[in-house]
């Protein structure tokens, strides 16, 4: 796709004015050689089909309702990839220092330093206040990336840390076992109280496609997976999507947003 093809929302051009300052052909001169070299890491969907651009968590209902919180809070957004949805929160008033993006592969955080430059072509100044972490979280030190380095960090510190976890897009990439040790974990690091929102592919039951690597949870599983680890309050939002199936499968595929207490 060359760069005029490219269709850019106007969310996505105003964070970059913001954030950035840079206008609509900077941003899709950007977008192109991030799309490059984000696909020779993993050929996900949203980074061939330019979404990686758009700040995903606006259309996440619950965000809306949750931004008078997020000046004060400390948020951690899980499989932030290039770190769009965590520089949008800056622009909506967050403390970036108050922000952790955190995601396996710190090769697309650190990508994501050359997607949000300044529009001088500098490092963006915000961006050395932003925590960005890559590694397991079940072991002891994650790493901290810095623009060009990275040093230990202790997995521990996170403990009831945050105030908001946000997850887009990531459940459904990983096994029942796989989604369940992350919720844990989730809940773990959450103070309490705290609160955990994000948005999954959905079905209107749970099917693995992958030969049980992956998983999309029904409303009903995903409530049931959130209530037995330590959630309450759980609230789902089912927007049914347009896929191509064979017209006979029964099977309805939603986008489900998410709102969840840690149970106190
Ligand atoms: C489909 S992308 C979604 C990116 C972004 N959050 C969004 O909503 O568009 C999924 C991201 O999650 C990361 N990821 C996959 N498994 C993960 C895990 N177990 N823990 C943290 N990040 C993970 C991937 O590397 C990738 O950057």
Do not use: W
Request: aromatic share 10%.
């Amino acid at each position: 796709m060359g760069a005029e093809e490219i269709t850019l929302q106007e969310e996505t051009i105003t964070l970059f004015k913001r954030y950035c300052g840079i206008d609509v052909s900077e941003i899709k001169r950007r977008g192109q050689s991030i799309r490059a070299g984000g696909l020779q890491i993993q050929s996900y969907r949203c980074i061939d089909s330019y979404r990686f651009l758009f700040p995903r968590i606006l259309s996440n209902p619950f965000y809306k309702r949750l931004r008078e919180k997020i000046p004060n809070s400390r948020i951690f957004d899980i499989g932030c990839a290039f770190g769009t949805d965590l520089r949008q929160m800056v622009v909506d008033g967050a403390n970036p220092e108050l922000l952790y993006g955190f995601d396996i592969h710190g090769r697309f955080i650190r990508m994501g330093f050359d997607l949000f430059r300044d529009h001088t072509g500098a490092i963006n100044p915000l961006d050395l206040k932003l925590n960005f972490l890559a590694g397991n979280l079940n072991e002891p030190y994650l790493n901290l990336i810095h623009i060009d380095d990275m040093t230990q960090f202790k997995t521990n510190t996170l403990d009831s840390a945050m105030d908001l976890v946000h997850a887009g897009s990531v459940l459904h990439l990983l096994s029942e076992t796989e989604g369940e040790e992350l919720i844990k974990k989730i809940n773990h690091i959450l103070k309490s109280g705290g609160i955990f929102i994000g948005r999954t592919s959905g079905a209107s039951e749970k099917i693995y496609p992958e030969n049980r690597l992956t998983t999309i949870h029904s409303p009903k599983s995903l409530k049931e997976l959130l209530t037995s680890n330590g959630f309450a309050q759980i609230k789902i939002v089912a927007d049914e999507r347009e896929v191509i199936k064979n017209p006979n499968d029964a099977i309805t595929y939603f986008t489900l947003h998410f709102l969840a207490y840690k149970a106190i």
